[in-house]
């Protein structure tokens, strides 16, 4: 052990530990690691973690590491008053998942207790980064889901800066003119909300709203961001804790709509258009200015569109529900033809839509359209195929009304000119929404402290922009005050640890900065890594990036990962003794093996399994440390990577792909198979597939034979 820990340790017999492992001899070694305190219970979770309380209370042990269940459940009962606690996980990873009172069970046992003596050795506790935070949250954007924001966070206590482009609030939204219903029974289309809202904003004493004004750069880290807001030609530098992203929505742009005769034929018009007309009080053919007796409505979504349209949503079906019902009360003669590939109507909207259906003026059509051509007097003709009309329908309307869809506005124009090393916006998906972690962290963004809300997220209809603005403010709030502690935010909520840099070996290749997801590492003026801690979400990127190892946190770091890797016991003159060192993603991977525990599904005892923060802060010297120590075979497992990723931090299963040239490049000078390391991608779910994971892994190490080093 690198540190003058007083270690405690306390080896539970509770959950059928006892039965499985001799937890006797697993005292003897902890004692024999030199821990001052060594306890042993049937159950710690119960009265008998007052021992534990009792031997830090006294001064005995500053450190416990307790031999009992996974370090995922009893977080609240082992929390010790701020004291470090090691976990060690005797009863997922080993009594439930392995044959009881068999020698290599009992090994297994015995090389989990001493990795966490070592872990817990080598922990030293963390000081946190304080700063004074500024208690403003910035908003940007005065539509539905920023006035919401705003709103929110004022009421809370929170003074709130908002930002608006335009001359007025309220957004598209503000524009519209029905809205979908939203109570019981669906029924009845609703009086736009908007106007209340703008009101209430403009009332609110802790509101201070800028309109006509931009955000010309957006600097700092949590709690000390500086925003500045140009309006008429000047410039105000305010201080602010966090910042709502809510930019909203613009309609796509028509021109990407010539295929259905925009822009050749007058009547051939889009939703937004519409909802303008109807705003006015006159609903017209635009060529004539005549009534529409009948009106085709076209969500435009066929195979055809993609190029153009690439991304649809529900909202799309609901705003054709509610046209073709203002249209039919607004005309009660007028026959609405609705034509639609998916129509999308979510949770209570189906009430709205079956309510819809019973309209005997209102035709839907499943269906594409093939061609569409004006006849002399300006009505136009639409060819249908694939349609329940039948092959070859036809359809003449007096005016054809174009689902353009929506597109974040955040994906055409700057909004926050961050001065950020990787750049002045935030990552969008490539639809141009912002992005993040979309199910696991819905309103992060790629900046820590700035959270996305409305349709800058995804598209969305106005109680769900509501229902996302307040989410948002929350989230901004629970920032300023993770903030004023020190301590992350997500996903490693509490964590008070950051990056440190040994900086007189530092190269400044600056490849920390570049791999680090959230911007939180700038270079300084001698390219130089600097950290703002209340960027960083702990992930450990960084340390997994640096070529020379200089970047480590208090309680996670390359040396105390080696350190596990070299407490474990390698058996000597048994070939069928082979030993797989696992090193798995805390987010996804750990926490499906401790699944796999749980459903008692068994696998091979040769495993050891060292969680990490993410697979990327595995550094390629660890993969190498472990070969040259005698492990026969590597398994790497982090969360899925592509498209629909859900790493917790965004890149980490990516980045360490990358590096694997590095660990082949090593493999290759140990003249060692490249089959003994492998990633291996694993969601949560995929705890049913684990033991077959690992037994196909081992089977191939088998067939390779022992590592050659072991025994050196």
């Known amino acids: 052990m690198a540190t003058n820990r ?24 902890a004692t024999e690691l030199s821990a001052p305190v060594v306890r042993g219970s049937p159950a710690f979770c119960l009265e008998d973690v007052q021992l534990i309380k009792n031997d830090l209370a006294g001064g005995e042990i500053d450190c416990a590491v307790i031999a009992a269940c996974s370090g995922r459940v009893n977080t609240d009962v082992f929390s010790l008053d701020g004291a470090p606690v090691e976990r060690v996980n005797l009863r997922e990873q080993v009594v439930w998942s392995h044959t009881p009172n068999t020698e290599e069970t009992q090994s297994l ?93 403009e009332s609110h004493p802790a509101i201070r709203v800028f309109l006509s004004a931009v955000i010309e750069s957006l600097e700092g880290q949590p709690g000390r961001f500086t925003a500045a807001i140009c309006r008429n030609g000047s410039t105000e530098r305010l201080g602010v804790g966090a910042v709502v992203m809510a930019t909203g929505w613009k309609p796509v742009d028509a021109a990407r709509l010539q295929g259905y005769g925009f822009g050749k034929y007058a009547n051939v018009i889009t939703n937004v258009m519409l909802e303008r007309m109807a705003s006015g009080g006159k609903i017209a053919r635009p060529s004539d200015g005549g009534e529409a007796r009948s009106v085709a409505i076209v969500q435009c979504e066929s195979a055809a569109d993609e190029g153009n349209l690439p991304y649809g949503g529900n909202v799309a079906s609901l705003v054709a529900l509610k046209q073709a019902v203002y249209l039919r009360r607004s005309f009660p003669g007028v026959r609405v033809y609705v034509i639609y590939q998916d129509m999308q109507t979510p949770g209570m909207y189906e009430y709205f839509y079956k309510g819809v259906q019973r309209d ?303 660990v082949q490049e090593t493999l290759q000078r140990l003249a060692l198979e490249p089959e003994r390391v492998r990633v291996q991608e694993v969601a949560i779910n995929d705890y049913c597939r684990l033991p077959a994971m690992l037994g196909e892994f081992v089977d191939v190490v088998k067939k390779l034979g022992p590592n050659p080093f072991k025994g050196f």
């Open 109 to 201: 046992a015995e090389d989990s207790l001493r990795m966490g003596v070592v872990r817990a050795g080598k922990t030293e506790s963390p000081v946190a980064y304080r700063q004074a935070a500024d208690r403003a949250i910035l908003v940007v954007g005065g539509g539905v889901a920023g006035m919401t924001a705003a709103v929110a966070a004022a009421d809370t206590g929170f003074s709130v800066v908002l930002v608006e482009k335009e001359a007025t609030l309220g957004g598209f939204a503000g524009s519209m003119h029905r809205h979908f219903p939203t109570h019981p029974p669906y029924a009845e289309l609703q009086e736009n909300p908007v106007p209340r809202m703008i009101r209430e904003v």
């Open 6 to 29: 007083k270690l405690g340790v306390y080896v539970c017999r509770g959950c059928g530990i006892g039965e499985s492992v001799d937890t006797a001899r697993l005292e003897r070694i």
């Open 360 to 662: 005997p003026g209102i035709f839907f059509t499943r269906g594409e359209i093939r061609s569409i051509a004006e006849d002399e007097g300006g009505s136009l003709l639409l060819e249908l195929e694939n349609s329940l009309l039948g092959p070859g329908a036809r359809l003449s309307a007096d005016l054809v009304v174009l689902g353009a869809g929506m597109e974040p506005a955040a994906a055409a124009e700057p909004s926050l000119n961050l001065r950020y090393l990787q750049g002045g916006e935030l990552p969008q998906t490539r639809f141009g929404f912002a992005d993040s972690n979309f199910i696991c962290f819905p309103y992060e963004t790629r900046r820590t402290g700035i959270y996305s809300a409305g349709c800058v997220r995804q598209p969305m209809d106005v109680p769900a922009s509501e229902q996302d603005g307040a989410a948002a403010a929350l989230k901004a709030i629970q920032c300023i005050e993770n903030s004023l502690a020190g301590s992350a935010v997500h996903p490693r909520s509490g964590d008070l640890t950051y990056p440190k840099f040994f900086m007189q070996k530092c190269t400044s290749c600056g490849r920390c900065s570049q791999e680090c997801p959230f911007s939180a590492i700038q270079l300084d003026e001698k390219k130089q890594p600097v950290v703002d801690p209340n960027r960083c979400r702990r992930c450990g990127i960084c340390m997994g990036a640096c070529p020379v190892q200089i970047i480590s946190f208090e309680d996670y770091s390359i040396d105390m990962l080696s350190s596990m890797i070299r407490a474990v016991e390698m058996p000597e003159g048994d070939d069928e003794k082979l030993r797989i060192l696992v090193l798995a993603c805390e987010n996804d991977a750990y926490p499906a093996l401790d699944m796999a525990g749980i459903e008692r599904l068994r696998y091979p005892a040769n495993v050891r399994i060292i969680p990490v923060r993410c697979l990327g802060s595995v550094n390629s010297i660890l993969v190498a440390d472990a070969v040259s120590r005698g492990f026969d075979g590597v398994a790497l497992m982090g969360c899925k990577s592509g498209e629909d990723y859900q790493c917790h931090f965004i890149q980490g299963s990516q980045l360490l792909a990358k590096r694997m040239d590095n």
